[in-house]
Nanobody, 121 residues
Framework: SVHLVESGGGSVESGGSLRLSCVFS????????LAWFRQAPGKEREGVAY????????VYADSVKGRFTISQDNAQNTVYLQMNSLKPEDTALYYC??????????????WGQGTQVTVSS
């Protein structure tokens, strides 16, 4: 299996920045396909960003393109989500996931516990 632990969430004002981190360990093949998802209260889980093949492929949700950047440090076994120009609608619980396909949440078998991001206007 794969173990994932997120950190870096917090409260910021609109226009601010945060960097989320997710340390992963375990099944090597699953670590080639990593993604960030988020879920706001009363809403479905939404794919935010995906990184595959150690960084060779990245995919972003339209809602975060140009503002968020996903990256991976294999030496540190960590995947990051740099979030800039944050908006109140970015407020959600953010999850790291491994071993799935692009931004299809149903395809992921391994999930972290989540880290809360709150953006105030």
């Amino acid at each position: 299996s794969v173990h994932l632990v997120e950190s870096g969430g917090g409260s910021v004002e609109s226009g601010g920045s945060l960097r989320l981190s997710c340390v992963f360990s375990g099944y090597d093949s699953a670590k080639k396909f990593l993604a960030w998802f988020r879920q706001a209260p009363g809403k479905e889980r939404e794919g935010v960003a995906y990184i595959g093949f150690g960084g060779g492929v990245t995919v972003y949700a339209d809602s975060v393109k140009g503002r968020f950047t996903i990256s991976q440090d294999n030496a540190q076994n960590t995947v990051y989500l740099q979030m800039n120009s944050l908006k109140p609608e970015d407020t959600a619980l953010y999850y790291c996931a491994a071993g799935g396909l692009l931004l299809d949440s149903s395809s992921y078998s391994f999930w972290g516990q989540g880290t809360q991001v709150t953006v105030s206007s």
